[in-house]
Structures are given as C-alpha cells and as structure tokens.
C-alpha cells in the first residue's frame, strides 16, 4: 500500500529556514504528482508547491514563490520543500500528497486537496520568535 511520511517541521524564528522531507512508498506508477499542503489554525487548506516524478515540473502557490523551492530525489521516492526566510503566518502544519490517479491537470493540484489520493499525517512547522 502506499504511504507517506512527512519530516522535518520544528520551531523556527522568523527569518529562518526549514527543509521538510516527504519519503514515499508503495507506489506502482512512474507519473506521480507530489504536492505539499499546509493548514493554519482556523484557515483553509493550502496548496503551496507541487511537483512531478516524472520529469520534475514545479509549480508554487504565489504566497511562497521565491521563497520556498520544492525539489526531489527520484532513487529515494523523496521530496523536499526547502523554506527560506519564514515568516510567523508560514506557521501551519504541512502535509504531502501524492496524486497517482490523474483528474485534474496538474497546474490545478494546488487548489484541488480533494484530488490528492495518499496524504502524509503531517509535521508541525511554528515561526515565532
């Protein structure tokens, strides 16, 4: 079965930087799409990156574009999400998703978490001072 598992979230001061991991397992496709996802208290669901297996497409919410970069490693079924110059509203709990079963194009997968097949269980990332 497929599983993921998010690492990496901590306390961090504003400013400061993060590299969040998502290890994946179980999949059976080569065309899986990873997204990460992060919920603040008392806000929606965002997306805010996303990117492609296959051949390493990206796309970013604009709230982090030029801030966050989102890469991966193929042999290790790996994702990152590196976070730079955070600030205390990037105070959430981040998620990844893997979209294995294609119904949205994936430039949309940012805005559609009820397309996302697999969710990690998430890992908590606090800015504060």
């Known amino acids: 079965q497929v599983q993921l598992a998010e690492s990496g979230g901590g306390l961090v001061q504003p400013g400061g930087s993060l590299r969040l991991s998502c290890t994946a397992s179980g999949f059976t496709s080569d065309y899986v799409a990873i997204v990460w996802f992060r919920q603040a208290p008392g806000k929606e669901r965002e997306g805010i990156s996303c990117?492609?297996?296959?051949?390493?497409?990206?796309y970013y919410a604009e709230s982090v574009k030029g801030r966050f970069t989102i890469s991966r490693d193929k042999a290790k079924n790996t994702v990152f999400l590196e976070m730079n110059s955070l600030k205390p509203d990037d105070t959430a709990v981040y998620y990844c998703?893997?979209?294995?079963?294609?119904?949205?194009?994936?430039?949309?997968?940012?805005?559609?978490?009820?397309?996302?097949?697999?969710w990690g269980a998430g890992t908590l990332v606090t800015v504060s001072s």
């Open positions: 990117i492609s297996m296959n051949d390493g497409s990206t």
């Open positions: 998703a893997a979209d294995v079963v294609p119904t949205v194009p994936a430039h949309l997968l940012l805005m559609r978490p009820s397309a996302m097949d697999y």
